[in-house]
């Protein structure tokens, strides 16, 4: 009897693919009233280049603007995020918020109705009227003029939505001055208002029972939520310069200028402990800025906007070069 021996056959083996992992990408949105349409500009500079990002953080206007990027890119990917913040903008200089002449009552003087802004006297009496008198007295039906237009744009569904980008809006508790960040599925309008809620203008945003000012007081914006898991780039859009040249002497400039320096300390102090892991591409934004006055930050203008728009988009167009 011949025994016959044969081998197991072998399987082939498995070819394994390995997909090359996308970086994650994280954004940072500082805030800066009207000097937001920078942060505009240069995001939509951003979005246009196809860069995809996991995570948003924003105070102030830069978390009016990363909301709306969110809801945008749920619904559209970067070119409904890019819609999304246009609108926003659009909407912001229709409002008229801000107007030409003098006010002609405490609660324009609030809204800044009427006032002229390159006229630094109508400014500095502004400013006094805010040292004057307290923000229940100047606004005490506490009305906001942004609340309408972020009420008809505003889409919590859209940013609770399980595809959607992270969302971090940064805000200050005013008993603690520690720094709450509220996420997607927290965010509404009052939040966004807590986040921009500027203590000489406007009452303190109660929310579940705390109470907030603008976010810019404790972080501008918060990295902390967006560096966990560590992120491989972190881009930063500033909407403030770090430097201003020439010393302040009229009390509006003093004023706006304490407040610009206070909102730039907290972050310097996170970006000192940026991970060596992630890279950081930081857009400045001291060109497009130091020369305007202080008080710009005010203006609402369309044509003011659309220049800081253009300024925002040249200036990530070189960043993205450089890199």
């Known amino acids: ?36 349409a920078f942060t505009w500009g ?21 978390a009016m603007i990363a909301a709306m990027a969110v809801q945008g890119h749920v619904r559209g990917g970067n070119a409904g995020a890019r819609a999304a913040v246009a609108l926003l903008w659009e909407r912001v200089a229709s409002a008229h918020i801000f107007s030409n002449g003098m006010p002609a009552s405490p609660l324009d003087w609030m809204w800044g109705k009427g006032m002229e802004f390159g006229n630094e006297l109508a400014m500095t009496g502004f400013t006094n009227a805010l040292r004057m008198f307290s923000p229940s007295q100047l606004n005490p039906m506490d009305i906001n003029p942004l609340e309408p237009v972020l009420r008809g744009l505003l889409d919590p569904a ?45 009452p303190a945003v109660e929310i579940a029972g705390r109470h907030y000012w603008d976010g810019g007081y404790s972080c501008n914006p918060p990295l902390t939520p967006v560096l966990s898991p560590l992120p491989d780039r972190l881009i930063l859009i500033r909407a403030q310069p770090r430097r201003r040249p020439g010393v302040p002497s009229s009390t509006a400039d003093i004023v706006h200028r304490l407040h610009e320096i206070a909102f730039q300390a907290p972050l310097e102090a996170e970006l000192s402990l940026l991970p060596p892991h992630t890279s950081l591409l930081d857009i400045p934004a001291d060109a497009a800025l130091a020369h305007h006055p202080l008080t710009s930050k005010m203006n609402t203008e369309k044509g003011f906007l659309d220049d800081l728009f253009a300024a925002g988009r040249a200036a990530a167009d070189t960043a993205l070069r450089e890199t």
Do not use: W, Y
């Not at 090359?20 to 937001?36: E, W, Y």
């Not at 969302?167 to 921009?196: I, M, P, Q, Y």
């Open 42 to 62: 240069a995001l939509d500079r951003l979005l246009e280049s196809g860069l995809e990002f996991s995570a948003i953080t924003g105070v102030s206007s830069g």
């Open 158 to 202: 859209a940013l609770n939505d399980p595809n959607a980008m992270k969302l971090f809006v940064g805000a200050t508790d005013v008993e603690s001055g520690e720094t709450k960040v509220f996420t997607n599925k927290e965010v509404g309008v009052r939040h966004l208002l807590a986040s921009a809620c500027i203590p000489m203008m406007f």
């Open 1 to 36: 009897m011949v025994l016959r021996v044969t081998s197991p056959k072998t399987s082939p083996a498995k070819v394994v693919s390995r997909k090359s992992t996308p970086p994650r990408i994280v954004l940072a949105l500082q805030g800066g009233g009207a000097h937001g």
